[in-house]
T-cell receptor, first 119, second 114 residues
Framework: EAQVTQNPRYLITVTGKKLTVTCSQNMNHEYMSWYRQDPGLGLRQIYYSMNVEVTDKGDVPEGYKVSRKEKRNFPLILESPSPNQTSLYFC??????????????????FGQGTRLTVV | DQQVKQNSPSLSVQEGRISILNCDYTNSMFDYFLWYKKYPAEGPTFLISISSIKDKNEDGRFTVFLNKSAKHLSLHIVPSQPGDSAVYFCAASPRWDNFNKFYFGSGTKLNVKP
């Protein structure tokens, strides 16, 4: 079954304690990204990766790090979490836009989300 | 400033009637549009998409309409069912940007009453 798996689903932590949220996909997708969902703001992209060892900032990258050492994994790292990073986080993966040109869907597949609370 | 806007945070519809969810965008370079559906405690799931070369795309009870001149798209659900109750996100993707970047609206919560 095609899926994007995030862990943990729920996490409560204290300010400044480093944490990692893992993300893994089994669809051999080149493109992976992290979003955060906040009330009234929808989903905003934090970081993305176009392939192994290729990552770049999205719209709200401050306070986050990522790595892409393997194609299937794209962990999100909060080196020193702060309360304003309390949010619902989603990992997503998709295939190349080129397939869209050939009429194939290039929608993003999302993980189930990680509810993070920083106190 | 959000480039994709869903101005209705919520919508309530009677079962069997039509649900119309609206979305506006500001960037004329967007060329691919999608609707996602999200249930509580789950990730968004893809529902339907439309390319800018079309003005309509249908999939069963779901139809997406695109009006490029007005920079507006809408999702029609006919007939609406209680299982359709969820948050719906509109998303847009530009051809020029890092491929497959999606810009999302803030979502519309649909409640279909039995």
């Amino acid at each position: 079954e095609a899926q994007v798996t995030q862990n943990p689903r729920y996490l409560i932590t204290v300010t400044g304690k480093k944490l990692t949220v893992t993300c893994s996909q089994n669809m051999n997708h080149e493109y992976m990204s992290w979003y955060r969902q906040d009330p009234g703001l929808g989903l905003r992209q934090i970081y993305y990766s176009m392939n192994v060892e290729v990552t770049d900032k999205g719209d709200v990258p401050e306070g986050y790090k990522v790595s892409r050492k393997e194609k299937r994994n794209f962990p999100l790292i909060l080196e020193s979490p702060s309360p304003n990073q309390t949010s619902l986080y989603f990992c997503a993966s998709s295939t190349r836009q080129g397939k869209r040109d050939r009429g194939q869907n290039t929608e993003a597949f999302f993980g189930q989300g990680t509810r993070l609370t920083v106190v | 400033d959000q480039q994709v806007k869903q101005n209705s945070p919520s919508l309530s519809v009677q079962e069997g009637r039509i649900s119309i969810l609206n979305c506006d965008y500001t960037n004329s370079m967007f060329d691919y549009f999608l609707w996602y559906k999200k249930y509580p405690a789950e990730g968004p799931t893809f529902l339907i998409s439309i390319s800018s070369i079309k003005d309509k795309n249908e999939d069963g009870r779901f139809t997406v309409f695109l009006n490029k001149s007005a920079k507006h798209l809408s999702l029609h659900i006919v007939p609406s069912q209680p299982g359709d109750s969820a948050v719906y996100f509109c998303a847009a993707s530009p051809r020029w940007d890092n491929f497959n970047k999606f810009y999302f609206g803030s979502g519309t919560k649909l409640n279909v009453k039995p």
